[in-house]
């Protein structure tokens, strides 16, 4: 009876951890890389190592644990979305919005980010190592420092 119960579990437990890995809904992965949108969707886990995301439309998207390895995220719109946990190693990340975006455990190992929006995202335990960074409120220490929001400058340009 034990030896059928243990085969059983041995059976049945790689199909609980499959389904954790392989969060991201496969529809809306495609929906992504074809049409360059998709608010809101679940896209945790999912693999976008080397995509060109250009442009993309991610608000409020959840790409928690998602491989963004070597993507092109250059002009994407991450605002209100969960990267937590996201590896964007050797990511292109210029003009991207992460406004209020959780950030947190984000690995931006070699990554360039440049003039990106990170007014109100949550930065905690970020790995920023041989990281090429300017233009961005992206550094070390400074709890302090005053992060300015695009859309509050671009609403004060309009109006001069």
Same mark, same amino acid.
Request: proline share 2%; net charge negative; glycine share 10%.
């Given at each position: 009876?034990?030896?059928?119960?243990?085969?059983?579990?041995?059976?049945?437990?790689?199909?609980?951890?499959?389904?954790?890995?392989?969060?991201?809904?496969?529809?809306?992965?495609?929906?992504?890389?074809?049409?360059?949108?998709?608010?809101?969707?679940?896209?945790?886990?999912?693999?976008?190592?080397?995509?060109?995301?250009?442009?993309?439309?991610?608000?409020?998207?959840?790409?928690?644990?998602?491989?963004?390895?070597?993507?092109?995220?250059?002009?994407?719109?991450?605002?209100?979305?969960?990267?937590?946990?996201?590896?964007?190693?050797?990511?292109?990340?210029?003009?991207?919005?992460?406004?209020?975006?959780?950030?947190?455990?984000?690995?931006?190992?070699?990554?360039?980010?440049? !003039?990106?929006?990170?007014?109100?995202?949550?930065?905690?335990?970020?790995?920023?190592?041989?990281? !090429?960074?300017?233009?961005?409120?992206?550094?070390?220490?400074?709890?302090?420092?005053?992060?300015? !929001?695009? !859309?509050?400058?671009?609403?004060?340009?309009?109006?001069?």
């Amino acid at each position: 009876m034990k030896t059928k119960l243990l085969a059983a579990l041995t059976l049945v437990t790689p199909l609980f951890f499959t389904s954790v890995v392989n969060a991201a809904n496969p529809q809306q992965v495609q929906k992504l890389l074809s049409t360059g949108e998709c608010i809101q969707c679940d896209l945790s886990g999912a693999d976008l190592s080397g995509a060109h995301l250009i442009g993309a439309d991610l608000r409020g998207a959840n790409l928690q644990g998602a491989n963004l390895e070597e993507a092109n995220i250059e002009g994407a719109d991450f605002t209100g979305a969960n990267l937590q946990g996201a590896n964007l190693k050797s990511a292109f990340a210029t003009n991207v919005n992460f406004k209020k975006a959780n950030l947190n455990g984000v690995n931006f190992t070699n990554a360039m980010i440049t !003039d990106s929006n990170v007014y109100g995202a949550s930065m905690k335990n970020l790995t920023i190592t041989n990281a !090429d960074i300017y233009n961005t409120g992206i550094g070390i220490g400074g709890d302090n420092a005053e992060i300015p !929001d695009w !859309d509050q400058q671009i609403e004060t340009y309009k109006q001069e």
